[in-house]
């Protein structure tokens, strides 16, 4: 028993144009799909199948919400609208007190006591 090779894998062969073609048994396993999320994971390739809906669904749902071809092209029309800059609060002056400088010698002491 070879431990970099499982009992139960199957091999896939990758073609010399990138074509990969999966065992039958895997893909009736996951059931009828066309289309397979693919992501690397720890050097390993993940593959997810992705269930793609077609027009007449999503004509489906949009009628289910009972949308319009108008409240699209209004709701598009308001997202690609040039949007203002959001106003900003101008923020209020503060007095602030001045004081002064601490002298760092005696004789500057002396000159700001007098002053």
Do not use: C, H
């Not at 050097?43 to 071809?69: F, M, S």
């Not at 308001?78 to 209020?92: D, V």
Request: glycine share 2%; hydrophobic share 45%.
């Amino acid at each position: 028993m070879n431990p970099y090779f499982p009992q139960n894998a199957m091999l896939a062969k990758i073609t010399s144009k990138n074509q990969l073609t999966l065992p039958k048994s895997v893909t009736q396993a996951v059931g009828a799909t066309e289309y397979f999320d693919v992501e690397v994971r720890a050097g390993q390739i993940i593959l997810t199948p992705v269930r793609i809906q077609r027009g007449d669904a999503v004509r489906a749902k949009l009628a289910e919400l009972d949308l319009t071809e108008a409240d699209i092209a209004d709701a598009v029309a308001w997202a690609r609208a040039p949007q203002a800059a959001p106003a900003m609060a101008a923020e209020p002056v503060a007095p602030y007190a001045v004081t002064p400088a601490k002298p760092k010698n005696a004789a500057a002491k002396e000159a700001q006591t007098k002053a």
